[in-house]
């Protein structure tokens, strides 16, 4: 959707300031918005003239800026934000430069759903300009797609963030949910990232914590293209980007990671042209927009799972199981030969297949110090014994930590997710024999229903929350209570 343009000249110039001209005005209203959340515009003052031009500094003039919406009933309201002590600022623009400023529209969100048409009003001088009015639509929340397992990364430490795609028309909106910790239940915001043609399955790159306001969105789209949006804080640094794979189709192998150098490291699953082999090959997108293939491996079919963490030192680690074997790889940043030569990735197998006792599922986590781990990122493993579900604490190096007592499941039960919980016996999500989701940890159970769609455990706090796709994003506190009958 291109913006609602004006070319301000300037009546009479402010008191004490160059005069003004060629002074391009827009604000980039969207053609659908969220019911419910507040409505963000972007206003820009872009200089395309060839000198340094002066216009006042909308950041601090709210007043000068003016909404008026047409309702669905016809009737014309004004919204506008006061300034009880306005200050006499100026944006001082450079040729071809731009100043900004992202401003709501008072109480929107208190409107209802509808069709709605607003124009922006500018009073700069003397004389009062507006915007062409743009026909809007207020919608409720419509999911159909949510990276729900990515607020169970270690790494989300200081709140968490769900893309998710929102049905608007013939598109396909990408938002970002946001909660905190102090209420994870809460929604904190609806954040408006860009829209997509086409469905797809969002995935935001794990990363440190301390750039957890610096990754990418990632989505596959047709055969061969991967998109990405780098963010920036809630928002996208720039136009999100299209990347073609030299190979006739690909699909995202697990999470991406973003490594503290800025890159993506994305893992790409390139199917053989016959059979169920593939190989896999991890994208390397530079800040550079240039892309890279490193070889990851080959195999004869696709791995059980890939776990994706960026380690304190800015390391992507992608943990995986193929053939019962449990292999660790590392992507170091700033390894701009290896990336530029597309060297394949180094690994190492942390464990054999066992016999009689397959692994499950394995997770990153964090875990206290003991007298044999000195505390930090470590892995939980399960893995299958007669007695049940064993969970096994180990170190990065595939060493052993301690391990639990089997965990006993019912009958025909299947494991959906797993919630680590230090050194405590993990969460586990199980889907009945009768389609009925079910909580179990630490000897009791909860029963949940038979919620379909996407679902996923995460903790925060150490209290474990089912997530689901509702209204859009649902976070449902967990409390087992039942005692499991031996």
Sequence with gaps: ?????????????????????????????????????????????????????????????????????????????????????????????????????????????TL??????????????????????????????????????????????????????????EHYDLYLHRTTIADPTRTASEDYLTRLSTLAEPSLTAARPADASDRYVVWAEGARSIGLARLQGHRLR?????????????????????????????????????????????????????????????????????????????????????????????????????????????????????HGTPIRDARFTILPSTASFAGGLAMLGLFATEDGLQPRWMGLSGAPITSGSPIALPAGATLVDVSPNGLSAPGLLLRLESGVLRYQEGGFYQDLGRIQGAVALDRTNGAALLRTISKPIAAIPLQPTTPLVP
């Design 112 to 169: 209802k759903p509808g069709e709605y048409e607003v124009a922006v009003h500018f009073t700069l001088g003397e004389t009062e300009h507006a915007l062409e009015p743009r026909a809007i639509r207020l919608s409720r929340p419509a999911p159909v797609a949510a990276d729900l397992t990515v607020a169970a990364l270690p790494s989300e430490r200081s709140g968490d963030w769900t893309p998710w795609l929102h049905k608007a028309g």
């Design 1 to 109: 959707m291109k913006p609602v343009l004006l070319l301000l000249l300037l009546a009479s110039p402010p008191a004490g300031a160059e005069p003004t001209s060629g002074a391009t005005l827009s604000a980039d209203l969207r053609a659908e918005y969220l019911a419910g959340s507040p409505m963000l515009v972007t206003i820009e003052a872009r200089n395309e003239t060839s000198q340094t031009i002066t216009v006042p500094d909308l950041s601090v003039r709210h007043d000068l800026i003016r909404f008026e919406l047409r309702t669905p009933s016809g009737e014309l309201q004004t919204r506008r934000t006061l300034v009880e002590n306005p200050v006499d600022k100026q944006w001082s623009i450079p040729p071809r430069g731009k100043r900004e400023v992202l401003l709501e529209i008072p109480s929107a969100s």
């Design 238 to 354: 720039a136009t999100p980007q299209l990347l073609d794979a030299p190979w006739p189709a690909v699909s995202l192998a697990a999470r991406g990671a973003t490594g503290s150098d800025g890159r993506l490291y994305q893992p790409l699953w390139i199917p053989a042209p016959r059979g169920a082999a593939g190989e896999i090959r991890v994208l390397v997108a530079g800040v550079d927009g240039q892309a890279s293939y490193r070889k990851l491996g080959r195999y004869s079919q696709p791995p059980d799972f890939i776990r994706t963490v960026v380690t304190d030192a800015g390391s992507a680690l992608f943990l995986l199981t193929t053939d019962g074997h449990l292999d660790l790889y590392t992507v170091q940043p700033n390894d701009t030969r290896a990336d530029q030569e597309s060297l394949p990735v180094p690994g190492e197998r942390l464990l054999t297949a066992e």
